[in-house]
């Protein structure tokens, strides 16, 4: 399924939800993020205002540096995710880079694989500040690819960047 | 009159066994089965995530989902309920889907995942609190499938999910249906 349509349908969801119309089939990928991370981030990516980082048509710009990259796998919530198979926490990163993240990622950027997932779930964010660790990077990211300054905030109009 | 002996029948059989097996044998049986055991699986948790990906479904498959009914939604057993903590928004005066009236519904909440018994599917279901007016009081529910420990927070239903609203007061929760599992 193209990954705009993707994010349609769990755009759809709550709305058919409600509506009482059939009830979308959800992948594993769309399920592990339903439940692992929707309730957060929210079912299509955005749950501004609560100060929660937004996915939608952001997530992807952090695959344009390494540490970007390696940042996503490296989140706690991620690296210790109840998800124990690396191959299905790859794939469900991907939905989030890909389909919730939508243009965000740069072209030609190439999938987490299980093995890149494996090795950077053993270097977990586990002691440092995240709003800290997500400053380098964003600022990094900033100066070396075309990525919006809005990056340093959760979401789009955040009256003030994240503290720590 | 023959007296039975206990010694000498144990006697018997201990002798038999000597007679009959060599120690190399034993080794060898033994080593053989500590090598061949990897191939037989015999807990249930590496046989379902053996067989690709029906963890979820085994996972949701507990107590509760055994004595669930999928008629009245004001009871904790209803099927949607098997992960909430907190008061039935269907005996406040809203409903699975709906906060009740003066309440708001927060964008953030537990999902949880539950077997329909009538259908034998898996659902997703968000417990999206309804915040801002003092708490209902009404229908109290724990039910614990999927929840985890305090400390693994992200996962856990005894938390108040009213995260990015002005008004942070718990009133109680909704059970939305999100979609099922393929």
Known sequence: MPCGET?????????AAAQSAPLPELTTPQSDYVEYCSGCHGMQGNSAPA??????????YFMCTKDGRDYLIRLPNVAY????DN????DMMNFVVFGLGGASAPKGTKPFTAAEVKRLRTQALGTQSLIAARETVVDKM?????????????????PEAPHY | MKQI?????????????AGHTSRR???????????????FPVLPISRAQAQGKPERDERARTHFTMNAQTKDETKCDYWRYCGVDGNLCACCGGGTHQCPAGAVASTTSWVGTCINPDD??????????????????QCHCDNEDRDTQLYVPQTNNDIIWCFGLDNMQYHCSTAALVGAVR
């Open chain 1, 7 to 15: 994010v349609s349908v769990i755009a759809a969801l709550l709305f």
């Open chain 1, 142 to 158: 900033i100066l070396t690819c075309a990525v919006p300054q809005s990056m340093k905030f959760f979401y789009d109009g955040q």
């Open chain 1, 87 to 90: 191959q299905e926490l790859a």
């Open chain 1, 81 to 84: 995710s109840a998800i124990a």
């Open chain 2, 25 to 39: 044998g034993l080794l060898s049986r033994v080593g053989l089965a500590l090598a061949a055991a990897p191939v």
């Open chain 1, 51 to 60: 100060e929660i980082p937004v996915l939608r048509d952001r997530v992807g």
């Open chain 2, 120 to 137: 034998n599917k898996t659902y997703l279901i968000a417990y999206r609190d309804c915040c801002g007016k003092p708490a209902c009081g």
């Open chain 2, 5 to 17: 002996s206990i010694d000498r029948i144990g006697e018997k059989l201990v002798r038999r066994l």
